[in-house]
């Protein structure tokens, strides 16, 4: 073989090799951005699903996942996992429950298996145009108390409003799942919320952790920029409220949300007086059903600590769960009931807001 020959030979196994070890060539397709929405059914019952997809970084999506029949049930997703064609993202606890959706993109159609807890539904959720832009943005807010440090999270509503009344989120370890979707909805309400880390469920008399780490989080919402420092709010739960309560003074809040606020004895609820007096309004929360706490006695004692003033009100939501969710179940017909709400719970902190803090 002549050595033009063997060189054109050379070239062309060159070629050859360098077409297979490097790309196919197939096209790479953008990321499944949109907003997608279909029905969801488990046990002969439909509920409609609408998830938005954002790429917020290169190769990174932000989602929610929400239930348009179902209000204040919208789930923010920042863990999303994407190689193509396969979406999986998952929710563990909170709202509605222990959700994982694993899906194929068609095309502009999402395809795949929803797991509500233990139960299966099989899916097809077709692309209606661009994502919807989230109405809040999350910011990283570093916290000092004594020797100890934690990094909060501001969830701070995008609109016009130069300086928006904010709530500081004190959630118990037995709900921290539900913290961001609490803390998102009430900025898509125009509250700005700072999502605390969650206090234990249980709080020794003594321990003065929780009571810091709000001392922390008023102290340092006040120099925060476009948040009104004379509509900082407090939404505690549980056990961790007893010792925040005998300060309140010090943070003089706006107003005071307690949910699931144990009260064992009249003497218990004492301290509770101290919101009257200083005409801090107060709203509380109780779940019929969260073994956390005995609602219908704790919230007798702390309807008589705070009594009927202006502003002030004790709820108690028969059924519910400690998230304040009605589970889902199957009636006597064999059809499903979806999670929702309890009856006028969403409704009931809607209007609170709107009269103590939004006003």
Known sequence: MSWAVQS??????CLLLAACSGKSGKPVLPLPTGHFEGPVTIQGTELRAALDLREVAPGRLQAELSFPAVPGMEVPLNEVHYAEPQLQFEQQGGFPGHVTVNAIREGDFLRGAFLLDSLRAEFVWVRRGPAEPRQYQEQAVRLIAG???QVATLYLPEDTVSRHPVMVVLPDSATTAGGPARAAWLARKGVASLLLAPAASKIEPTDSSARQWVEAAFATLRT?????????????R???AAQIIKTIARQR?????????????AAEAQPYKALTRQRIPALGLYAGADPAVDARQSARRLRNAIGYGRG?????YPRANAYFLLPGSTNTAGLWSWPHFAPGYVQDVEQWLQQQLIK
């Open 253 to 265: 809040p706006a107003a005071v949300i307690l949910e699931a606020i144990p009260l064992a004895s």
């Open 238 to 240: 549980g056990t961790a």
């Open 224 to 236: 925060t920029p476009r948040i009104d420092t004379a509509r900082v709010a407090l939404w505690v």
């Open 312 to 316: 002030n009100a004790v709820q108690v």
């Open 8 to 13: 054109r030979a050379l070239v062309v196994s």
């Open 147 to 149: 020797s100890q440090r």
